[in-house]
């Protein structure tokens, strides 16, 4: 039987979690799938070259974003023609714009919906959003609250729910710290929604208590000027997991709004006890604080004094990180996730 052909649109000029998630799931699937990318990030198009085709829509600052995606539907329409049919993957809510390139073409198209309805910037945006979904095969959404807030306009059978997934055997049995110092790890974006200012407000100058921040985003230069020195460190991106966690003893994730983040999952999955803020993401993936220590983001001092009962707690540290690490490798397992893609891929073909 021929292998079904994908065209996967991933169209941020930046990289962060939906290129991730792209590069991720372009591993996951390229051995079941006849795949070729279209992207808008040099930075992911390295990463892919060696795996699949790859299409790249040059980046131009001064570019406005309906060129950007006039661009994308002529690297489609091209595509289209050169290869023959395909089933489009829109990897984002704003690459649903290119709904109306599939229906030109008569090309089959799912959407993958990353972050909630309510944090489109306008309601146009979200009036915009649920016309497109409802043109679109199937709508993916990787986390079960963006299911939910979807069922009131997409039918069922439209409305999908296949999470973000773990790799097994990225981990370590997790056991109680010998560490004399707790070392607090956070790894994302650089962005103010990500309650990152107040994080580090809660650790500078705590007493044995270590920051180290792994990633890269509009606050690196400010936070790391703010808090230059003491016992806080800002490593950039590093992709290795046992790089970022081997000495670590505790995770920290005090986002604002989250749809299902790969960061804590992978943290849990590593055997690492999380610290997470009290959003519907978080109790979802930590199963309503089986799996994860929830706290209400108010202010810096809110954090530290969880950082606090964490620091003299190790035995409550080495339960949850059980605890999350069970959770993690049972429920968002990639063999389970994979089967679910290409089952939707399949019914999409149809």
Not at 204 to 224: D, I, K, M, T, Y
Not at 234 to 255: E, K, N
Not at 268 to 294: F, K, N, V, W
């Amino acid at each position: 039987m021929a292998r079904k052909r994908i065209i996967l649109v991933s169209l941020t000029a930046v990289f962060g979690g939906g290129e991730i998630f792209c590069l991720r799931l372009v591993r996951m699937l390229l051995s079941a799938l006849d795949m070729v990318v279209i992207v808008h990030n040099e930075q992911l198009c390295r990463r892919l070259e060696s795996l699949v085709p790859v299409r790249l829509i040059p980046f131009s600052a001064n570019a406005d974003v309906l060129s950007k995606y006039f661009r994308a539907a002529m690297a489609i329409r091209a595509e289209l023609k050169a290869r023959g049919p395909g089933i489009l993957v829109l990897n984002g809510q704003g690459e649903a714009n290119l709904m109306a390139t599939a229906l030109a073409y008569r090309a089959p198209a799912l959407i993958i919906r990353h972050t909630r309805l309510d944090l489109e910037s306008s309601a146009a945006k979200r009036i915009l959003y649920r016309k497109q979904a409802q043109l679109a095969g199937v709508v993916i959404s990787v986390a079960e609250h963006i299911q939910f807030e979807q069922s009131v306009f997409l039918p069922p059978k439209c409305n999908v729910f296949i999470p973000n997934w773990v790799i097994r055997g990225d981990g370590k049995r997790p056991g109680l710290s010998r560490n004399r110092v707790m070392r607090v790890a956070y790894s994302g974006r650089l962005i103010r929604g990500k309650g990152l200012v107040e994080l580090c407000e809660a650790i500078w100058g705590l007493e044995a208590v270590e920051l180290n921040v792994f990633g890269e985003g509009p606050l690196s230069n400010h936070l790391r000027w703010r808090f230059r020195g003491g016992n806080i460190s800002f490593a950039g991106f590093i992709d290795s997991v046992d790089q970022r966690y081997a000495d670590v003893d505790l995770f920290i994730l005090p986002s604002r709004s989250e749809g299902c983040p790969h960061s804590a999952l992978e943290a849990m999955a590593y055997g690492l006890p999380c610290l997470l803020t009290d959003i519907p993401a978080h109790r979802e993936i930590s199963q309503d604080g089986t799996g994860a220590i929830l706290f209400s983001l108010e202010d810096a001092d809110s954090i530290k004094q969880r950082l606090i009962a964490l620091r003299d707690s190790p035995e409550q540290r080495l339960e949850f990180a059980r605890r999350g690490q069970e959770i993690a490798l049972s429920r968002y397992n990639e063999d389970t996730v994979r089967s679910r893609y290409l089952q939707v891929i399949e019914s999409a073909a149809r």
